[in-house]
């Protein structure tokens, strides 16, 4: 029998399932994304379920925690590996071409650390997708749950941040980034039928993202991926827009937006694990401050 260094968190099915047409929607953000795993924390600890979640890169990878229903497992993570150089590092940049150690974080930490409960995770009864960047025409593909098996591929393709990061190559295709695509996944959700979205965001009120800028060193760069640079280039203006949609959404009584009351301090990249343990705990309290406000919003 293997042996893992942390016990084991056993994962629950989720009990309270909340109305068909209701979505989990979330941004990612790299290590801002914990501020949404300590949001989902105050959902386990309801056993809310969302029949739909949707998600890209960070998003999408701190979805799993909570649709496994292992309480806590995402804090743990942050306690005792986020700060191992495998991880996240420069090192790793240099040495592997990828700044997060994406066979650490997916394989060593399920497999050897604290393992992933595959098996309440796909009990689960709940929709979830997980977004990708095609690269080769900047398009985003949108693949479902049953997709998601060890070592978590689909999921290192949607966290793969272009230039930090490989791309993945995953059934015929190279993939990267999904945040590129549909940084805040609003539009899918709206497109598959769902009325009503707690949606999840890494950033504060008033936020609204900048132009990338250097087109010309970033066409370069992207010369055998012009796909790859157009969206680029495009990202602050869907960002923009669907941010602008999620807010619309919320004035008319349609959606719930959980976000940081003050600009984040951690950078995407990052491992500043008392920062990030704080950042979990604030996205807990905010989280639970939320809950009743969604509950009565869907009677």
């Not at 009990?15 to 801002?32: I, Y």
């Not at 795993?37 to 379920?49: H, I």
């Not at 592997?96 to 150690?101: D, I, N």
């Not at 479902?144 to 059934?171: G, I, M, R, W």
Request: glycine share 8%; charged share 20%.
């Amino acid at each position: 029998m293997h042996t893992f260094t942390q016990e084991p968190i056993q994962g629950k099915i989720l009990k309270n399932r909340l109305p068909e047409g209701t979505a989990l929607v979330l941004e990612g953000g790299g290590l801002r994304g914990y501020y949404s795993s300590g949001v989902m924390e105050a959902f386990l600890e309801q056993d809310l379920l969302f029949p739909y979640v949707i998600g890209v890169s960070a998003g999408a990878a701190n979805a799993l925690s909570y649709l496994s229903g292992q309480t806590l497992r995402s804090r743990q993570i942050i306690e005792n590996y986020v700060g191992h150089k495998a991880y996240v590092s420069k090192r790793n940049l240099l040495l592997k071409g990828s700044m997060f150690g994406f066979d650490y974080i997916f394989k060593t930490i399920p497999e050897q650390h604290i393992p992933f409960d595959w098996k309440t995770f796909h009990a689960q009864n709940s929709r979830m997708l997980t977004g990708a960047m095609n690269c080769a025409d900047g398009k985003t593909i949108w693949f479902e749950k049953d997709a998601l098996k060890a070592p978590f591929t689909v999921t290192q393709a949607s966290c793969s941040v272009p230039f930090l990061t490989k791309s993945v190559h995953y059934n015929g295709l190279e993939l990267l980034d999904g945040g590129v695509t549909d940084p805040i996944p609003i539009e899918k959700s709206v497109a598959d039928g769902n009325r009503f979205h707690v949606i999840i965001l890494t950033r504060n009120a008033g936020y609204r993202k900048t132009p990338f800028g250097h087109e010309k060193l970033l066409r370069t760069i992207c010369r055998k991926t012009p796909a790859l640079a157009d969206a680029m280039l495009q990202r602050h203006t869907i960002y923009n827009r669907q941010l602008d949609l999620c807010e619309r959404l919320e004035r008319e009584g349609k959606a719930v937006i959980i976000r940081p009351q003050e600009p984040i301090r951690v950078g995407r990249t990052g491992a500043d694990i008392p920062a990030l343990l704080a950042l979990h705990d604030e996205g807990l309290r905010e989280g639970r401050a939320a809950l009743q406000k969604i509950q009565a919003m869907l009677k």
